[in-house]
């Protein structure tokens, strides 16, 4: 139990990261103060969009490399390790940035969020390791809970000190870089003092090297991958699933800012709801994920993202139809407050559902390997939606951009419902 809340104390640190930088605050003053091109902002969008899209596109090249390495050499742990100081030292190094450093900020943001997004793969590497196939759900939506404790700790306490993203409060609101890289920095230690490194390291084969043997590995799996169905399935679908979740992490409190216009105190209620949501979803389908099984979870989750991204999207007509049909005077905040609680259900429990289910059905033996496609994945689908939003919405704005979240979600439905769970478990065990 020690080791798997050690492999849980790593969610719960990197979530400074992702909410602090990526989510609610260093996003929003990318695009409206360190480019501030307003009153529409697109061009601050387009750029926030591009420098994610460019940093996920180096995960996409290093995992598969790093995780055939890793099943190869067990240097799981030290790639790990690599990835976190790296985050560390870039995150602290956004306290640099002035107003109009774009091209500054972008680089710290590719460079902070490559490391960071990488480490998700090693991490997640580590999860087979660390009890039963029938208990990966609920360990899985352990670490999820934590990570959204974390970040709810991490940001509450940000929100507090460094108070609303202005240009006249710059001074005070750039320590959120070095904020979010000591909190990462400190409460990620229980993860290397008590995760476990497991496997026989086996030496390199006579005038091979590494990036022969990853490459090598690579190739062999791909063709395995096609053996695979239900996991090359899934795959498929969590491909659509993050392309819509990298949206909302990277776009919902610019989103709020820019197309609500909503207040300080509705913003920071926003992102304790989604917190506590979040953590809660996690958590309960989790644990329905141990009755019901991994891919009607999974399944569930997806439909619940449907029903959050159309109330994301028609914010402004809900409010207008809960006045005309039942004197309801709900305001736009609060109807987005309402959204954002269906898409806190769904954020945890989906990504811990896919990854949980993606360990069901990878075969003995090639977690790093079968992980670091699944990062993949999960990274070329964050450059699919996060730079077509970015493009959609410097033609149409990003009020109407958003309704194409609701195509990756129902897409993701469409090819989830070809998987098998059972099929895909035996065919695994064979393996």
Not at 144 to 170: H, K, M
Not at 250 to 265: K, L, T
Not at 360 to 367: A, D, H, V, Y
């Amino acid at each position: 139990m020690k080791e798997i809340a050690g492999w849980a104390m790593f969610d719960f640190a990197n979530q400074a990261y992702t909410l602090l930088i990526i989510t609610v605050v260093f996003g929003d003053l990318f695009t409206r103060v360190i480019v501030g091109d307003a009153p529409d902002f697109r061009l601050g969008n387009l750029l926030w969009s591009l420098a994610l899209a460019i940093s996920y596109l180096l995960v996409v090249v290093a995992a598969p490399i790093c995780g055939a390495v890793m099943d190869h050499r067990r240097w799981r742990k030290r790639f790990l390790f690599l990835s976190y100081l790296a985050t560390v030292i870039s995150t602290a190094l956004l306290w640099l940035i002035e107003p109009g450093w774009i091209l500054w900020a972008m680089a710290l943001i590719i460079v902070s969020n490559f490391a960071y997004a990488i480490g998700e793969s090693f991490i997640a590497a580590f999860l087979t390791g660390l009890g039963p196939p029938e208990d990966l759900g609920w360990i899985s939506g352990l670490g999820w809970a934590l990570g959204y404790a974390g970040g709810l700790v991490a940001t509450a306490f940000a929100l507090a000190f460094l108070g609303e993203v202005s240009l006249d409060n710059y001074d005070r609101i750039r320590w959120v870089g070095p904020f979010a890289a000591g909190f990462f920095l400190l409460t990620a230690l229980p993860t290397f003092l008590w995760l476990r490194e497991r496997g026989r390291r086996r030496p390199l084969p006579d005038g091979a090297s590494y990036l022969r043997l990853a490459v090598k590995r690579m190739q062999g799996t791909f063709r395995q991958l096609g053996r695979f169905h239900d996991l090359a399935w899934l795959m498929g679908s969590i491909f659509f699933l993050m392309a819509g979740v990298y949206i909302v992490v990277s776009f919902a409190f610019i989103f709020g800012a820019q197309v609500i216009g909503w207040s300080e105190s509705t913003r920071v209620l926003m992102f304790v709801l989604v917190q506590i949501t979040a953590a809660i979803g996690a958590l309960g389908f989790g644990v329905l994920q141990s009755m019901i099984g991994a891919r009607r979870t999974y399944l569930i989750t997806l439909w619940l993202w449907l029903l959050a991204i159309l109330a994301i999207w028609q914010t402004p007509a809900i409010a207008e139809l809960s006045r005309s049909l039942f004197g309801v005077h709900w305001s736009a905040e609060q109807v987005f407050l309402g959204a954002g609680v269906l898409a806190g259900l769904s954020l945890g429990s989906s990504q811990s559902a896919g990854r949980a289910l993606v360990g069901l059905l990878t075969p003995n033996g090639r977690s790093a390997e079968f992980f670091g496609f699944w990062g993949t994945a999960s990274k070329l689908a964050a450059i699919f939606g996060i730079l077509g939003l970015g493009l959609l919405q410097a033609a149409f704005g990003l009020g109407t951009a958003i309704v194409f979240c609701l195509l990756l979600f129902a897409l993701a439905i469409l090819i989830g419902i070809r998987v098998n769970e059972d099929r895909g478990r035996r065919a695994a065990s064979l393996r």
